[in-house]
């Protein structure tokens, strides 16, 4: 099969450090090329893949900021459609900035919708492309939204050997991803200190975000039992997360997917989180860790973490959330597409 993948321009395939979408549309791509397809990505020129890679700019966009992400988008859209009668199928990943050409180019496309759905704009947005073919990346990510024309629900997946699993784990609770008010690093540090015990928080902080670093974040750093590192790339993730006794995943939004969970499944490290979107689509209550609803159950999960078996979290990553899983549902969804595109055509 012939397959585009259209990536975000902003960080790289994958990315260098922090960018969930990215990071699973290489897993994607290398997984579809592994299995004999005739990939081509569309994204920036410093992303690495077997793939063929087409692009408009030669960096991703968080490596200058000077860029116009609007300009290079549209061109990168200009090169997909100089190109799009060569493919099968195309998938895109970039939110909605394709639907009016799409619409119109007869070809066989689909999206991936990355985001959440919550948003009021969207009302007017799908109201007006309520035929386009889209995929959710869980059930509850739909809920907002329940009419859209889902193609199925596809979770993320990982290459099963991307990271090693930790048997022992270690003794600090961890918190990785990113700084912001929907992702509650201050739970996180609330629940490590009422637990009494050390936390680990690895986390970029975005332009948008720095307020709120510096004057809630911040100040309750100087806990000891606090250490804020940073952000941390691919190589230095496996360590963090096998290294630590549980994942802290205390959000207060509706999260699509949340790409960290099965990162830390797959090192066999357990997830404390609270009942939010995709939350108990991706934990197993009891098995691969616990959902809770305050900051109390947080702490009584955090004192029962030796009850999950970690082997149990691997074997749950490998069976429910490989990318080799993925790519297979993913398939099945192209080739209904494509048969569907055959048959209006005829």
Same mark, same amino acid.
């Given at each position: 099969?012939?397959?585009?993948?259209?990536?975000?321009?902003?960080?790289?395939?994958?990315?260098?450090?922090?960018?969930?979408?990215?990071?699973?549309?290489?897993?994607?791509?290398?997984?579809?090329?592994?299995?004999?397809?005739?990939?081509?990505?569309?994204?920036?020129?410093?992303?690495?893949?077997?793939? &063929?890679?087409?692009?408009?700019?030669?960096?991703?966009?968080?490596?200058?900021?000077?860029?116009?992400?609007?300009?290079?988008?549209?061109?990168?859209?200009?090169?997909?459609?100089?190109?799009?009668?060569?493919?099968?199928?195309?998938?895109?990943?970039?939110?909605?900035?394709? /639907?009016?050409?799409?619409?119109?180019?007869?070809?066989?496309?689909?999206?991936?919708?990355?985001?959440?759905?919550?948003?009021?704009?969207?009302?007017?947005?799908?109201?007006?492309?309520?035929?386009?073919?889209?995929?959710?990346?869980?059930?509850?990510?739909?809920?907002?939204?329940?009419?859209?024309?889902?193609?199925?629900?596809?979770?993320?997946?990982?290459?099963?050997?991307?990271?090693?699993?930790?048997?022992?784990?270690?003794?600090?609770?961890?918190?990785?991803?990113?700084?912001?008010?929907?992702?509650?690093?201050?739970?996180?540090?609330?629940?490590?200190?009422?637990?009494?015990?050390?936390?680990?928080?690895?986390?970029?902080?975005?332009?948008?975000?720095?307020?709120?670093?510096?004057?809630?974040?911040?100040?309750?750093?100087?806990?000891?039992?606090?250490?804020?590192?940073?952000?941390?790339?691919?190589?230095?993730?496996?360590?963090?997360?096998?290294?630590?006794?549980?994942?802290?995943?205390?959000?207060?939004?509706?999260?699509?997917?949340?790409?960290?969970?099965?990162?830390? /499944?797959?090192?066999?490290?357990?997830?404390?989180?609270?009942?939010?979107?995709?939350?108990?689509?991706?934990?197993?209550?009891?098995?691969?860790?616990?959902?809770?609803?305050?900051?109390?159950?947080?702490?009584?999960?955090?004192?029962?973490?030796?009850?999950?078996?970690?082997?149990?979290?691997?074997?749950?990553?490998?069976?429910?959330?490989?990318?080799?899983?993925?790519?297979?549902?993913?398939? &099945?969804?192209?080739?209904?597409?494509?048969?569907?595109?055959?048959?209006?055509?005829?």
């Amino acid at each position: 099969m012939k397959i585009a993948q259209v990536a975000p321009l902003y960080e790289s395939v994958p990315p260098k450090y922090y960018g969930g979408t990215e990071r699973v549309v290489s897993y994607l791509t290398e997984e579809l090329v592994n299995m004999g397809h005739d990939v081509t990505l569309f994204a920036s020129g410093d992303s690495e893949t077997k793939a &063929k890679l087409i692009s408009p700019v030669s960096e991703s966009l968080r490596l200058d900021r000077s860029k116009d992400p609007i300009i290079y988008h549209t061109l990168l859209l200009e090169k997909v459609l100089q190109n799009i009668e060569s493919f099968d199928i195309v998938h895109f990943h970039i939110d909605c900035m394709h /639907f009016p050409l799409v619409r119109r180019c007869g070809a066989a496309h689909v999206t991936t919708l990355h985001g959440r759905l919550d948003l009021p704009d969207l009302l007017s947005l799908y109201k007006e492309f309520y035929e386009l073919p889209v995929v959710s990346i869980s059930n509850s990510q739909r809920e907002p939204l329940p009419k859209l024309n889902y193609q199925g629900t596809v979770y993320h997946g990982l290459p099963k050997d991307l990271y090693n699993f930790n048997e022992t784990g270690g003794k600090y609770l961890a918190f990785l991803g990113r700084i912001s008010p929907e992702k509650r690093p201050d739970r996180a540090i609330k629940i490590a200190r009422k637990a009494g015990i050390k936390l680990k928080i690895a986390a970029k902080v975005d332009k948008i975000d720095k307020e709120y670093f510096n004057t809630e974040i911040k100040p309750l750093l100087k806990d000891p039992k606090i250490e804020f590192i940073g952000e941390i790339g691919e190589k230095e993730k496996g360590k963090f997360l096998g290294n630590a006794l549980a994942l802290l995943f205390p959000i207060d939004w509706l999260e699509p997917f949340g790409l960290v969970m099965i990162e830390a /499944f797959a090192c066999g490290t357990p997830v404390i989180a609270y009942r939010c979107g995709s939350v108990p689509e991706i934990v197993d209550d009891t098995v691969t860790g616990f959902i809770v609803d305050d900051i109390k159950s947080a702490v009584k999960a955090v004192g029962n973490i030796e009850k999950i078996d970690r082997r149990m979290c691997r074997k749950v990553f490998e069976n429910r959330f490989s990318v080799s899983l993925m790519a297979k549902n993913y398939l &099945k969804i192209y080739n209904n597409i494509i048969w569907k595109y055959a048959v209006a055509a005829v």
